[in-house]
């Protein structure tokens, strides 16, 4: 199961990397790095939708808008771009 957990993390920690370049990078489009930084700053910032004191439903707004709006914007971005960040991320962690 640890091996399992740091798997997972390993390529959580790898996605954000990628994410950072897809949106330093010139290509990708305006929406799409809206959305990204909006997914971002809504993890991150202290106020949501459903508050968290709600019980259940507080938490799972985070599980489901976050990656929502990854896979949104994701599909705005043209998949060489994604490939492109995904191959430079994984040459500089050899």
Do not use: H
């Not at 010139?26 to 930084?37: E, M």
């Not at 707004?61 to 430079?88: F, N, Q, S, T, W």
């Amino acid at each position: 199961m640890f091996k399992r957990f740091k798997l997972f993390s390993q390529q959580i920690k790898r996605e954000l990397k990628v994410y950072s370049l897809v949106l330093k990078d010139r290509r990708t489009p305006k929406l799409a790095k809206f959305l990204l930084w909006l997914a971002v700053g809504y993890a991150l910032l202290p106020f949501d939708i459903i508050p968290d004191f709600i019980p259940v439903i507080g938490q799972l707004d985070d599980l489901v808008i976050v990656p929502c709006l990854i896979v949104i914007a994701l599909k705005m971005i043209p998949k060489g771009i994604v490939e492109d960040c995904r191959k430079r991320v994984d040459d500089a962690n050899r």
